[in-house]
């Protein structure tokens, strides 16, 4: 009886996804007359749009994307767990009217990104909301324009990538062999650390000779971006407050008493009691969180617009490849970097998080 | 009892062994983060009811000097086409797929097949995969049978795209009904039917109510695939608001007024269902 169910899936997910996959490999919408027409002539050119997408000039707006896409991702992360485990803290205190407060938190999640980007969009106004704000009590106004600044900070050349990149793996295996050393784990250390060393050097003797651009180019984190990041943790929080609310109110109270009768102060207690026990949960709001961020595109559509190129994501250029300029290989070819990257950070946890219910 | 919020590093003083309860600092911070939460809320509704020439962006703040209650009735006219496409889009999807889905969780949770270790995974894979992965194929699918810009188009595209989902949660509700009241069904000459009929059905009412609000919600809310697969006729009331807003030189009410009437339904569901909500909200982060 599930048979209907499972080929609907496997024809509209898996096969959809192979076909997809093969229009990327063609080229599909080069020749306009083709592009619509309804039996097209596909021709099989490989890995050219990818090889475009990564190295062409024409398409530096895909490789600021990325960056936009990455530092959308962080800092709404950052936003959204730190202020919903500071408000599910909050609410986890006996207040009274805990209720109305959390429903007041969690509102936003029954609306549409849409509806949210466009109020957004009115409270973001260069001339007015957020920015007369202060005068409202005399203070002088702010002057930012929230969507549409061209300030780029953090410029690197997208040549030096490998060198980045190489950097920051190795960063994070020193990370990983410090808690292997707390945990006593020294041969696991001496090992990490060894990788580490070796991919530090070779980042910062051998990155240098890879050539990914053949010209240097800029990129940056848009400050245009901040208003979106503000309207989707507005909108996301309370998710989180949400997870954390539960994860606290499954420690048992002996736990937290336990703790004070030993002498621990409340910092002490959330420190080393209480922060430990939400991991998980912050692993499966980190992986929740980080692929809606990483397919972000009605929000951002209806708050900056879909020609604001300060503000685009893949997700949005690739609509607007496939469906406005009708060139369906190139669009199918974002489509599937954003299916590779989503793939990366769910897999594994669908992976680890249905083993372990088998275990169970 | 500061301490129980805010507590400084080296300031390290005994606790007393009594439930922390909110001090007057917490309650400021939850004021101050509500304050966060309801400020684009107040800017929303005294701008859907400014009259347009009143709407200027220095006086953004102020109550409007007159009501204009207008601006809904406006918006209702121009977007009345656009919410019943909504609504014949939502009711529909949602019931097919929750059905669906309850038959799909039924046999995962009780009728355990060879390979079906394998083949759940791969249906929630489904859930999380960027559609923009899938849209080409299915933008020219739909075109080809002859449902592209119809809302059964669109109706078929969230049933499907919706089965991961609800088979989720109808799999981990149904795994909660001891396997004994199956065997005693089967034991009375029930088959498959008669037991998802006479035993699992009755118990499920509150599994579809999650279902159906989850459903509801992120449906009425779709937008990339409204956007794609619906032409003038048949959008949704999302499109309409972003065809709406993204023009230039249009009267703020219209939009505000507009994003309002298309939030009510969900809003409502979620102001009196909330529970059923949340739990929904947790469902989807796979441990149910």
Not at chain 1, 148 to 159: C, E, G, K, M, P
Not at chain 1, 270 to 285: E, K, N, Q, S, W
Not at chain 2, 98 to 116: E, H, I, M, T
Not at chain 2, 203 to 225: A, H, P, R, Y
């Amino acid at each position: 009886m599930i048979l209907p169910s499972l080929i609907l899936l496997a024809v509209f997910v898996y096969g959809f996804i192979g076909r997809t996959v093969y229009v990327s490999l063609t080229n599909w919408g080069q020749d306009a007359t083709q592009a619509l027409a309804l039996n097209p002539k596909l021709v099989f050119i490989g890995l050219a749009n990818y090889v475009d997408l990564f190295t062409s000039a024409l398409d530096s707006r895909f490789r600021q994307d990325l960056v936009n896409t990455f530092f959308f991702t962080l800092f709404f992360l950052l936003g959204c767990l730190g202020f919903g485990l500071g408000l599910a803290i909050l609410l986890d205190k006996k207040v009274k009217g805990e209720g109305v407060f959390r429903t007041i938190f969690l509102f936003p999640m029954a609306l549409a990104f849409i509806v949210t980007g466009t109020i957004w969009r009115w409270m973001l106004q260069p001339q007015g909301g957020v920015n007369v704000l202060p005068t409202v009590i005399g203070l002088p106004r702010f002057e930012f324009a929230w969507l549409t600044s061209r300030v780029q900070v953090w410029q690197f050349n997208w040549q030096r990538l490998p060198v980045i990149l190489g950097l920051a793996i190795a960063a994070g295996l020193l990370v990983a062999v410090v808690r292997a050393l707390r945990r006593g784990r020294p041969g696991r250390a001496a090992v990490l650390g060894f990788v580490a060393l070796v991919v530090a050097v070779w980042a910062l003797t051998g990155a240098e000779k890879v050539d990914i651009l053949a010209f240097p180019e800029a990129h940056g984190f848009n400050l245009a971006l901040i208003g979106v990041i503000i309207a989707a943790v507005w909108q996301m929080s309370g998710y989180t407050m949400a997870l954390y609310l539960a994860g606290l109110r499954g420690i048992p109270d002996e736990l937290r008493e336990a703790a004070r009768v030993d002498g621990a102060t409340e910092l002490q207690l959330y420190r080393h009691v209480i922060f430990p026990l939400l991991g998980p949960i912050t692993l499966a709001a980190v992986i929740i969180l980080g692929h809606i961020s990483l397919k972000i595109f009605d929000l951002i559509f209806a708050m900056a617009g879909s020609d604001n190129i300060r503000t685009s994501v893949p997700a949005l250029s690739m609509y607007l490849r496939a469906f406005r300029a009708n060139r369906f290989a190139e669009g199918a070819a974002i489509a599937v970097v954003l299916l590779v990257l989503v793939a990366a950070i769910i897999v594994p946890y669908l992976w680890t998080s249905l083993r372990g219910e088998r275990r169970r | 009892m500061t301490r129980s919020t805010v507590t400084q590093p080296g300031v390290s003083q005994p606790e007393v062994s009594r439930p922390a309860r909110g001090s007057w600092l917490t309650y400021l911070l939850l004021v101050l983060a509500a304050g966060f939460f309801l400020l684009p809320v107040y800017l929303v509704v005294i701008t859907a009811l400014k009259q347009p020439a009143d709407i200027s962006l220095a006086t953004t703040w102020q109550l409007p000097r007159v009501w204009n209650w207008q601006s809904f009735a406006v918006a209702w006219r121009a977007f009345s086409p656009q919410l019943l496409n909504s609504l014949i889009l939502t009711v529909t999807a949602t019931a097919g797929s929750a059905l669906l889905g309850s038959v799909n969780g039924y046999v995962l949770s009780k009728w355990r097949f060879p390979g079906a270790n394998i083949v759940f995974p791969l249906i929630l894979f489904g859930m999380f995969i960027p559609y923009q992965s899938i849209l080409i194929p299915l933008f020219r699918f739909l075109a080809g049978i002859g449902l592209y810009g119809s809302l059964w188009g669109l109706i078929l595209t969230h049933i499907v795209y919706g089965l991961p989902i609800t088979t989720l949660i109808f799999r981990n509700f149904y795994s909660e009904i001891p396997d004994e009241m199956i065997e005693a069904a089967k034991i009375d000459g029930a088959g498959f039917f008669g037991i998802y009929r006479r035993v699992i059905f009755p118990l499920s009412i509150s599994g579809f109510v999650v279902v159906i609000i989850w459903q509801f919600t992120q449906i009425w809310n779709e937008f990339l695939f409204a956007v794609t697969l619906t032409t003038q006729d048949t959008h949704p009331i999302t499109v309409a608001i972003a065809n709406l807003a993204g023009g230039q030189a249009v009267n703020w009410n219209l939009p505000m007024a507009g994003a309002i009437l298309a939030a009510m339904p969900t809003l409502l569901i979620y102001m009196i269902l909330g529970r059923y909500f949340v739990r929904g909200l947790l469902a989807g982060s796979v441990k149910g």
